[in-house]
């Protein structure tokens, strides 16, 4: 699934016509770069859930057809928060574990890392997600969770060494049993009260990983990858704090 129903307050004026996700860098939209690395992994049947403005997304992506994948679309009307906008396409995502990505940012993670993951979710039902986590950007300083060894936590105590989580994660379909189809509701506090249960375990990710969160970072992501496609090299490196 990729959630896209997010109204990207913070990048106006550019989100007043036009969704987040659709917003251009190195000559494509965001969420098309999402896709084609989804594509190239094995995943094909997506499922992208869509509010503000979301009738442009879906025109411009279609049934997938022309990426090499197949979309089913989740129409939230007015956004549904993380947890609720993934309980209500439930009914599209099936039974099994399923992967969750943001379709407003740029990674180069490789989502093929996560095949033997969802496929032991599916063996132990007792692991109810996994997070992938990265170095915390100039923005986020204090990041979100600890990582030991596999296991994800959160602070365990003040000033704690976290890191940020990237949106990309594996959840089990019971993680949202709790939510009415339709309702608003955060993924943080789902997440947290698995985590006292010892149910969530988690990677470090240190490659290309980039918040497009205001007009600023989404002109210079712009630029590097512009920079990088003509020298032929890898495209950015988000450093650690």
Known sequence: MILAAGLGERMRPLTDHTPKPLLEVGGRPLIEWQIERLRVAGFTALVINHAHLGQLIEDRLGDGSRLGVAIAWSDEGSPLETAGGIARALHLLGDAPFLVCNGDVYSEYDYARLLPVLADMAAHPA????????????????????????RVT?????????????????????????????????????????MDEGRVT??????????????????ALDRALTLAAAAHTPAVRTPAC
Not at 127 to 150: C, M, S, T, Y
Not at 202 to 218: H, I, K, N, Q
């Open 202 to 219: 988690g990677e470090y990710f240190s490659g290309s990983w980039e918040d497009v969160g205001t007009p600023a970072r989404l002109q």
């Open 154 to 194: 959160p602070p365990l105590a003040p000033h704690a060494s976290c890191l940020t989580f990237s949106g990309i994660g594996c959840y089990r379909p019971e993680l949202f049993a709790g939510i009415r189809p339709g309702d608003k509701a955060r993924l943080a506090p789902l997440l947290r009260a698995a």
């Open 127 to 150: 692991r109810l997600a996994h997070l992938v986590l990265v170095d915390n950007p100039p923005h986020h300083p204090q990041g979100d969770f600890e990582l030991f060894g596999q």
